[in-house]
């Protein structure tokens, strides 16, 4: 799937004329298998933040952090910043759409997009249950 990716929406030489991009793949631990594969396509690519926690869709949060850490990081004068999953596709075309309506505003003060999750949206198809997603929606007080 990251091939995929990088030959075709995650592909750098598609925004280069206008903006520079880093698409980087926020990955967990999987097996003891997988993780010398990893890190041998992490120095082919670098483009891979490996995590030390279990690559599950619990642990997303873990990412999540990692994710967000590391922008802080290595690139601390980031415009945009966007956080997308394996059930996602990012449409090039409509990206440097959304960029060139809010490049300006990227300066101001910072701000967040997102979409509205319905109970009939994702997390659904991660097999959780509505109840699962009313649950986990109640804080513990």
């Known amino acids: ?5 990088r030959k075709s929406f995650g592909n750098p030489e598609l925004y280069r004329e206008k903006y520079k991009v880093k698409f980087v793949f926020l990955l967990g631990k999987k ?7 990893i890190l041998d396509e992490q120095y082919l690519f670098d483009d891979i933040l490996y995590g030390n926690f279990q690559d599950s ?20 004068n980031v415009k945009f910043v966007y956080r997308g999953d394996d059930d996602n596709f ?3 075309l409509g990206l440097m759409k959304f960029f060139d309506e809010h490049w300006s505003q990227a300066d101001a003060e ?4 997102g979409g509205i999750m319905r109970e009939n949206d994702s997390l659904l198809g991660q097999g959780m249950t509505v109840e699962e997603i009313r649950k986990d929606r109640k804080a513990d007080m």
Do not use: G
């Open 1 to 5: 799937m990251r091939d995929k990716i």
């Open 31 to 37: 097996d003891e298998t997988d993780e010398n594969f």
């Open 90 to 92: 990012l449409n090039p």
């Open 110 to 113: 910072p701000a967040l997009w």
């Open 57 to 76: 869709y619990w642990n997303l949060t873990y990412k999540e952090i990692m994710f967000y850490t590391w922008t802080e990081q290595k690139a601390p």
